[in-house]
């Protein structure tokens, strides 16, 4: 008797295994994203930029033609690759140290100018890779190995607060903020991810979904505290929803 398959990988997804911790949803948003490009069937057509940071290594994961950027500039690189091959869709994979911080000032011109790429965003509000720094999205009072009383609004400020910011841009045709801490909320963050590669395929210009995302190894919780944490303490300070939908992408 042939048994009926209720689910297998994405071919959007290598077979190669990931390197990140137990617990981090990074390889839930890879997932997602490879399945919505195999969805689409667009897989072909597509280029990733792998930015710097714990997902430094996604140019091994995607089953798509992929390039690497320098810290924190995907969106200058994907710019280009679009410019020069305009019929492929292009997209960055960026977590919150890469884009909110070093590479801030490139996703900001890259949206102002209304380029016609993806963004993937995934904020944990920390550093991973290199020890657990203070991020610009980190929370008030989050101790990191930079702020380890807590960060302090009088000398480091409130976190940054991207999708509010990027959604007063004109060029920006698709913003969203999703999270990744249940099953309901990752399936409305796939819902979201093919909204954006749908609304680069019709030409409308720069769209960008942040994840909401893990980090136990350095906010010190576990895999299952590490999910709670995101939908006590994350989700009241990034409202989830759609700060921007020019166009009125379905």
């Known amino acids: 008797m042939t048994m009926k398959t209720v689910f297998k990988k994405t071919n959007g997804l290598t077979d190669k295994p990931t390197h990140y911790c137990p ?42 033609d992929m390039t690497q950027a320098a810290h924190g500039r995907a969106p200058a690189v994907a710019t280009g690759v679009k410019r020069v091959l305009p019929n492929r869709i292009v997209f960055t994979y960026q977590g919150d140290g890469d884009l909110a911080s070093i590479g801030i000032s490139e996703v900001i011109h890259a ?8 963004v993937i965003f995934v904020n944990n ?33 409130p976190p940054i607060k991207v999708c509010e910011m990027m959604a007063t841009l004109d060029g920006a045709a698709y913003i969203e903020r999703v999270s990744t801490h249940d099953v309901p909320h990752i399936q409305k963050t796939k819902k979201a991810i093919r909204k954006a590669f749908e609304t680069q395929k019709k030409g409308l210009g720069f769209s960008m979904v942040e994840v909401l995302s893990t980090c136990p190894t350095n906010w010190g919780l576990d895999p299952a505290e590490s999910l709670e944490w995101v939908k006590d303490q994350m989700v009241p300070v990034y409202p989830l929803g759609v700060y921007k939908n020019k166009e009125g992408v379905k």
């Open 111 to 118: 949206a102002a100018r209304g380029e016609n790429i993806t």
């Open 23 to 64: 617990g981090c949803t990074h390889g839930v948003i890879h997932r997602l994203v490879g399945e919505v490009l195999e969805e689409l069937d667009i897989l072909e057509d597509t280029v990733g930029v792998a930015s710097v940071g714990c997902s430094v290594l996604s140019y091994e994961y995607f089953n798509c």
């Open 125 to 157: 509000a920390i550093y991973g890779m290199t020890g657990g720094q203070m991020a610009p999205t980190t929370l008030i009072g989050q101790k990191t190995a930079t702020t380890p009383f807590g960060r302090d609004i009088s000398i480091q400020g």
